[in-house]
């Protein structure tokens, strides 16, 4: 945990083989001052007005994010004062999207691209599967990638289906992809600022239960990298791995369970790909046990490979199996019923309480 990038993410320029046209301006251009403290969509929002101000590469479209400013309002005001040339809307057709954004890293541009819920993104599927993932090792490394998919995931909103699901699993179990998903508002804007200047392409999950959690924003602190799990609680006696908004999940069993007297730590993942094998595997051979929480199905989830990862590197030192506390193997429920649905506090105190403590 002690890598962290010191130099300020985004500091990408154009290429000088990339095609250059002459854009209309539009007047003024401007870059409101960054709150101190804010919510995680204000950061967002704040990660992608730095980016495209820091380079003229950098272009955002997608669905509504112009005028509109997106349905959760992350893109709010870009259009208006940073141009239509840099931030605008696209049509309905989510495949397009994702294949123009490829064609303009082709030629050297940065697009930062949305799909406005997460299941709305599959009609692209085949696209980030077949073209976006694999074009860089198509082209031995010639052509790099430099492209940014925003979606907004999860439930706890109160929504219907196609608008409350995680698919996360499906993106991490596609090489060449990276997959990040902020718990944190820190971790908002730093994390989108690294994805924007990665030549890969990113998977950016923004968990929208957090866009309007509210913390104390520093766009010029350090920021751990892509690749690099954070310990958010030490403890001593078991491991708690989130990521997203389980993260919050994880540190409000943590604490109900200080009261029955376990000291949980809780490891907030942020990167799904590349994983952080190393400050996993640390925490969990410190304490011996572990639980992987996760709002998606448990079948085939994120989870199912976190919990293979840690007893293939920490069989010796584990106390007990590795838990799961997921989501149930249903289609997303209606809004009454996700709260059944969803891991709660005292689901993954449960599975903390059946981890072979009499052992």
């Not at 990862?309 to 997303?332: N, S």
Request: hydrophobic share 45%.
């Amino acid at each position: 945990m002690t890598a962290v990038l010191t130099a300020a993410p985004g500091t990408h320029t154009r290429s000088a083989a990339a095609p250059q046209t002459a854009a209309p301006q539009a007047a003024p251009r401007t870059v409101p001052a960054a709150p101190a403290t804010a919510t995680m969509a204000q950061a967002l929002n704040r990660a992608l007005r730095d980016a495209l101000a820091a380079d003229d590469s950098v272009l955002l479209f997608g669905e509504d994010v112009g005028r509109l400013g997106g349905v959760f309002r992350v893109t709010d005001g870009i259009t208006r004062d940073l141009g239509e040339e840099r931030c605008f809307d696209t049509p309905l057709a989510e495949a397009g999207i994702v294949g123009v954004a490829i064609g303009m890293a082709m030629y050297g541009l940065r697009p930062v691209i949305e799909m406005q819920f997460d299941a709305f993104s599959f009609p692209a599927f085949e696209q980030v599967v077949s073209q976006l993932a694999k074009m860089r090792n198509r082209t031995a490394g010639r052509l790099p990638m430099p492209v940014v998919i925003r979606i907004p995931y999860g439930g706890g909103i109160g929504a219907v289906e196609h608008h409350s699901d995680s698919s996360e699993a499906y993106f991490a179990h596609t090489p060449g992809l990276h997959v990040v998903t902020p718990a944190t508002v820190q971790d908002a804007y730093g994390l989108l600022r690294l994805a924007i200047s990665s030549p890969d392409p990113v998977v950016f999950l923004e968990p929208k239960r957090l866009y309007w959690s509210k913390e104390q924003l520093d766009c010029s602190a350090p920021v751990p990298p892509i690749g690099r799990a954070v310990v958010r609680r030490p403890g001593l006696d078991a491991t708690l791995l989130a990521y997203g908004a389980g993260v919050a999940t994880a540190m409000e069993a943590a604490a109900a369970a200080a009261v029955e007297g376990y000291d949980l730590e809780v490891v907030d993942l942020r990167s799904l790909v590349p994983f952080d094998d190393e400050t996993v595997c640390a925490s969990v051979r410190r304490t011996g046990r572990a639980v992987v929480v996760h709002e998606a199905s448990g079948f085939a989830g994120v989870g199912a490979e976190i919990a293979a990862r840690v007893t293939e590197r920490c069989f010796h030192h584990l106390q007990a199996p590795v838990r799961r506390v997921t989501g149930l193997d249903i289609p997303y429920p209606a809004p009454k019923l996700e709260h059944l649905h969803l891991p709660s506090p005292g689901r993954v105190l449960a599975a903390v309480r059946d981890l072979g403590w009499e052992y």
